[in-house]
């Protein structure tokens, strides 16, 4: 276990709505990455943020947000979703500025998007 | 731009038998290079960790090799057990300090 957990385990949504996802860091973990994986596909690097601040960003729209919160705890927005959005989202926490650091993934949220 | 390759996209041998998995990229300009393991509902591991200045990582049954220069690097498992089964991947980080992933490979050891 790597001590990151995600909720909720699954989701299903319809096009064009909203959709929080959760995602808790190991204590003391200052890093968060988030990741969009396709099925039968690598993760795809959605942002990361480095103590409440996004510190990168893939090539994702803008409709896709975080939010970094002090107690080691982030929210990944989607808003407008489209049926592409169906995917495992994984959340990723590392102790340092993340860079370089081994991540931490927790067990990831499915969403389904009809 | 930075492209990872798993080849092949999935293996099934009988249990004891030694393998090796592949992973290729197009850019040499990396920091590291990472193989993980995903087990379905259990997120991703993460296996074993190559410095761009290191050749190769052991731990325990698993050896992954890394040759920069020839955008190459290989997963060795001995002794394959039934719990090996998993889909493997690699992942680089590239100079823009982003993991970019391969699409793993699906192993499946038969006892």
């Known amino acids: 276990e790597t001590g990151v957990t995600q909720s909720p385990t699954h989701l299903i949504k319809t096009r064009g709505q909203q959709v929080t996802l959760r995602c808790s860091s190991q204590?003391?973990?200052?890093?968060v990455s988030w990741y969009q994986q396709a099925l039968g596909q690598g993760p795809q690097f959605i942002f990361q943020?480095?103590?409440?601040?996004?510190?990168g960003r893939g090539n994702f729209p803008p409709r896709f947000s975080g939010l970094q919160f002090p107690n080691y705890s982030s929210e990944l927005n989607v808003n407008a979703l489209e049926l592409d959005d169906s995917a495992l989202y994984l959340c990723?926490?590392?102790?340092?500025?993340?860079?370089?650091?081994?991540?931490?993934f927790g067990p990831g949220t499915r969403l389904t998007v009809l | 731009k930075q492209e990872v390759t798993q080849i092949p996209a999935a293996l099934s041998v009988p249990e004891g038998e030694n393998l090796v998995l592949n992973c290729s990229f197009t850019?040499?300009?990396?920091?590291?290079l990472q193989w993980f393991r995903q087990d379905p509902g259990k997120g991703l591991t993460s296996l074993l960790l190559?410095?761009?200045s290191q050749r190769e990582q052991t731990s325990g049954r698993l050896n992954a090799s890394l040759d920069k220069s020839s955008g190459r690097s290989t997963l060795y498992i001995a002794a394959s057990q039934p719990g090996d089964s998993a889909t493997y991947l690699c992942?680089?980080?590239?100079?823009?300090?982003?993991?970019?992933w391969g699409a793993g490979t699906k192993l499946i050891i038969k006892p």
């Open positions: 990723a926490s590392s102790p340092g500025t993340g860079r370089a650091d081994t991540q931490y």
């Open positions: 204590s003391g973990h200052n890093t």
């Open positions: 943020y480095y103590r409440e601040e996004e510190n």
């Open positions: 850019d040499s300009a990396i920091y590291n």
């Open positions: 190559i410095q761009s």
């Open positions: 992942a680089v980080l590239d100079s823009n300090y982003q993991l970019i």
